[in-house]
């Protein structure tokens, strides 16, 4: 199991800022290490945001993005107090939901 | 070695013993004022932290507004400048040297904020801003949780968990220290003589900004001292008087007597009229002779430039004008 995201939503004006920072190594697959085998590619995919059991974000995933991503992004229609989830699929399969209240 | 370490700490003493023990006749005592515009720092134990108190859930605001930009919402921004993660990667080949992975002191941390920080208006920050954007800043690292409040009693307690990795077995913490580098002198092979194998031209460090008479700061040492280069003098066609000195004709023949050999006017009223009295001379001179004016021979001079040798001929001839 991999490390807890760390996530922070706030209402900025009417809309909802939500910014995540997610703990992955993303390795693209290219990278080779010390004795030339090349490391396997292990990427997140997928990712989902929701709040009240709607999705607000769903975003498909490649190799090229870095490692330990950080992500922002703003929605409409939560108010302060509700939660937002996120949660990442990656390609070997792991998956993670965090969430957190909006400030 | 330790006997180094020890006159070290007595040359200390005393250093700072002097400072009170001899007058020299300047300046005045610091006033306590000046003293504490100096007395900046915050130590470890704490000392030096000014009243005040700050929350990390007040410090998110103020992180947002000023140090995000930089650092990154989580502090993750990049190698440089990333202050929480990196715990445990000190010792791998890419270190991230951040608040939770390197620091030992959360004292450091809020002097460094206070002192330097944000970046384009370092020390703009009051007490209290600084002490909630340290608290932010080491709950990101997952030090301190997000309701702590930290005050100058409680910052020093915060234990950061490189506390111990510090280490004073190097060269820069310890005489008996490992040095980083190990002064192998080489001594083989070493050159038997040395050769200048280039140089500067003669003046040019003091030709290098210019002529420094010409500069207008009067005040300038310098000032009246020029230093264009000085250019070698042009070749000037050396006078023959000159030329009979340089070559020693001069010690045999005088202009007008006969010294050892003949005097100079001597030979330009014999050879007076001959068409090839310079031909002919100029051969006596190359070659040496004897007996035209004696038994002393006059010894071959074909070491003289030929262009010389030519002058000195027609100078005799004309009678040896001064």
Same mark, same amino acid.
């Given at each position: 199991?991999s490390?807890?995201?760390r996530?922070?939503?706030?209402?900025?004006?009417?809309?909802?800022?939500?910014?995540?920072l997610?703990?992955h190594?993303?390795?693209?697959?290219?990278?080779?290490n010390?004795?030339?085998?090349?490391?396997?590619?292990?990427?997140?995919?997928?990712?989902?945001a929701?709040c009240k059991?709607?999705t607000?974000?769903?975003?498909?995933?490649?190799?090229a993005?870095?490692?330990?991503?950080?992500?922002?992004f703003?929605f409409?229609?939560?108010?302060?107090?509700?939660?937002?989830?996120v949660?990442?699929?990656?390609?070997k399969?792991?998956t993670r939901?965090d969430?957190a209240?909006i400030? | 070695?330790w006997?180094?370490?020890?006159?070290a700490?007595i040359l200390?003493?005393?250093?700072?013993?002097?400072?009170?023990a001899?007058?020299y006749g300047?300046?005045?005592?610091?006033?306590?004022?000046?003293?504490a515009?100096?007395?900046?720092d915050?130590?470890?134990d704490?000392?030096g932290?000014?009243?005040?108190?700050g929350?990390?859930?007040?410090g998110?605001?103020?992180y947002?507004?000023?140090?995000a930009?930089?650092h990154?919402s989580?502090g993750?921004?990049?190698?440089y400048?990333?202050i929480?993660?990196?715990?445990?990667?000190?010792?791998?080949?890419?270190p991230l040297r951040?608040?939770?992975s390197?620091?030992?002191?959360?004292?450091?941390?809020?002097?460094y904020?206070?002192?330097?920080m944000?970046?384009t208006a370092?020390?703009?920050?009051?007490?209290?801003?600084?002490?909630?954007?340290?608290?932010?800043v080491l709950h990101l690292?997952?030090?301190v949780?997000?309701?702590?409040?930290?005050?100058?009693?409680?910052?020093p307690?915060?234990k950061m968990?490189?506390?111990?990795?510090f280490?004073?077995?190097?060269?820069?913490?310890?005489?008996?220290?490992?040095?980083?580098?190990?002064n192998?002198?080489c001594m083989?092979?070493?050159?038997?003589t040395?050769?200048?194998?280039?140089?500067?031209p003669?003046?040019?460090?003091?030709?290098?900004?210019?002529?420094?008479?010409q500069?207008?700061?009067?005040?300038?040492? #310098?000032?009246?001292?020029?230093t264009?280069?000085?250019?070698? =003098?042009?070749?000037? /066609?050396?006078?023959?008087? @000159? !030329?009979? %000195?340089q070559?020693a004709?001069?010690?045999?023949?005088g202009?007008?007597n006969?010294?050892?050999?003949p005097? #100079?006017?001597?030979?330009a009223a014999k050879?007076k009229?001959? =068409?090839?009295a310079e /031909?002919?001379?100029l051969a @006596? !001179?190359? %070659?040496?002779?004897a007996?035209?004016?004696?038994s002393?021979?006059?010894?071959?001079q074909?070491?003289?430039?030929?262009a010389d040798r030519?002058t000195?001929i027609?100078?005799?001839?004309a009678g040896?004008?001064?």
């Open positions: 199991m490390d807890p995201m996530i922070r939503a706030s209402v900025v004006g009417d809309k909802v800022e939500v910014k995540v997610m703990a190594p993303m390795e693209s697959g290219l990278r080779k010390a004795d030339g085998s090349i490391i396997p590619a292990h990427f997140i995919d997928r990712v989902v929701s059991g709607k607000v974000l769903a975003a498909d995933w490649g190799p993005v870095s490692k330990n991503p950080y992500l922002s703003r409409s229609g939560a108010a302060k107090g509700d939660m937002v989830s949660t990442w699929t990656d390609n399969g792991d939901t969430e209240a400030a | 070695m006997k180094s370490e020890l006159a700490a200390l003493t005393l250093a700072v013993g002097s400072v009170h001899k007058d300047i300046g005045r005592p610091a006033t306590p004022g000046e003293i515009a100096w007395d900046t915050v130590r470890p704490g000392l932290l000014p009243k005040g108190k929350s990390a859930a007040e998110e605001p103020l947002e507004a000023q140090c930009s930089c990154g989580f993750e921004s990049n190698d400048m990333a929480a993660g990196g715990v445990g990667t000190l010792k791998s080949d890419a951040t608040v939770g390197k620091l030992d002191y959360a004292t450091t941390l809020w002097d904020i206070q002192r330097a944000p970046f370092p020390k703009s920050l009051t007490a209290d801003q600084t002490y909630a954007i340290t608290a932010y690292s997952n030090i949780p997000l309701d702590a409040v930290l005050d100058q009693n409680t910052l307690q915060v968990p490189n506390r111990e990795g280490t004073l077995k190097h060269g820069l913490g310890s005489v008996k220290g490992k040095p980083d580098v190990q192998t002198a083989k092979d070493c050159e038997k040395v050769k200048v194998r280039s140089e500067l003669a003046d040019f460090t003091a030709s290098m900004y210019g002529d420094l008479s500069d207008f700061r009067s005040i300038a040492t #310098m000032s009246k001292v020029s264009t280069p000085t250019k070698p =003098a042009a070749a000037v /066609a050396a006078s023959p008087a @000159k !030329l009979s %000195a070559y004709c001069s010690a045999c023949h202009i007008a006969k010294v050892v050999g005097g #100079m006017r001597e030979i050879y009229g001959h =068409a090839d /031909a002919k001379l @006596k !001179l190359a %070659a040496g002779g007996g035209a004016w004696g002393v021979p006059m010894p071959p074909a070491h003289v430039p030929e030519k000195l027609q100078w005799i001839l040896a004008p001064d």
